[in-house]
């Protein structure tokens, strides 16, 4: 009974995708009607679709590109202009800013699953723990200049931290694992979740980018990775507070994990560098 649920939640999921890219790829025809029960893209042509991680990871680089531009320029930019714009210049600039933020909430999940990706592959967990932490440092200062115009704001962290404490917990994860083997199935599934709600709460208590949230996404990631159609399903319903963030995962349904990395080191760079980039553009704008 519970792998036919998972098949059909899987089949559903599949024949979602089909809906929308075909949808997509005929956008440009406006008087097209759609019935969604002829369309011609099947599973096996799905399947030719494949992406690295490198190439999703530039979608999110993108989307995160335009959500800070977003918010550290145009949204600096509106208050402190709010009285000198036009009523009309103003909802268009408004709009816009919105629409820079909802793009945006593609970057967190897609970055969050290739953490999990990344932990599953890595041959060296003190490395890459080590790694994150360096540049959560390097990145504090420019995300507080950028969007809070100061170098020391305590009251909120950038996301490198929270990702920094989600490796942590998926190797606390790992340890219980080894270490209540011989425990019943209740008591391994009360560690695992007080395990997770502990490392919430840090990430929470810490006021880190995303917090709670993007430590429950990431050990939902770890945790279904041997079913990529129920991993996907859940991924998306525990983003689907937020607008367009479900979308992320129509992305990562294509990721092909044959394909190496080869801009391993770029998207840690980008970080801190585009948010510098941004506090300059912004004081450049604001004078």
């Known amino acids: 009974m519970r792998s036919k649920f998972k098949m059909r939640l899987f089949i559903g999921f599949d024949r979602l995708l089909c809906q929308i890219l075909y949808v997509m790829v005929h956008q440009t025809d406006k008087s097209a009607h759609y019935n969604m029960n002829e369309i011609k893209l099947t599973h096996n042509e799905l399947n030719k679709i494949a992406l690295s991680s490198d190439a999703i990871k530039c979608i999110a680089v993108f989307a995160m590109l335009i959500d800070h531009a977003a918010f550290g320029i145009l949204h600096a930019y509106l208050a402190n202009n709010a009285m000198s714009i036009l009523p009309q210049t103003y909802t268009k600039l408004n709009n816009i800013y919105d629409a820079g933020r909802t793009i945006g909430r593609l970057a967190m999940p897609i970055f969050a699953f290739f953490l999990v990706e990344g932990y599953i592959r890595t041959s060296n967990i003190g490395k890459y723990i080590l790694r994150m932490f360096v540049f959560s440092i390097l990145s504090e200062i420019p995300f507080d200049l950028a969007f809070f115009n100061t170098a020391f704001y305590p009251e909120h962290q950038n996301i490198m931290f929270t990702f920094l404490i989600a490796l942590i917990m998926l190797a606390a994860f790992d340890y219980l694992n080894k270490t209540i083997l011989g425990l019943s199935v209740p008591v391994k599934v009360l560690a695992l979740l007080f395990c ?23 050990a939902i990631l770890y945790i279904l990775r041997e079913h990529k159609g129920l991993r996907l399903v859940s991924g998306a319903a525990a983003v689907c507070w937020e607008k367009c963030a479900p979308a992320a995962f129509l992305f990562l349904y294509f990721y092909d994990d044959s394909r190496k990395p080869r801009l391993k080191y770029f998207f840690y760079i980008f970080y801190p560098l585009h948010l510098i980039i941004i506090f300059i553009i912004k004081r450049m704008v604001l004078g």
């Open 196 to 218: 997770v709600v502990a490392f919430a709460d840090v990430a929470a208590i810490a006021k880190c980018d995303y917090g709670y949230k993007c430590i429950a996404l990431i």
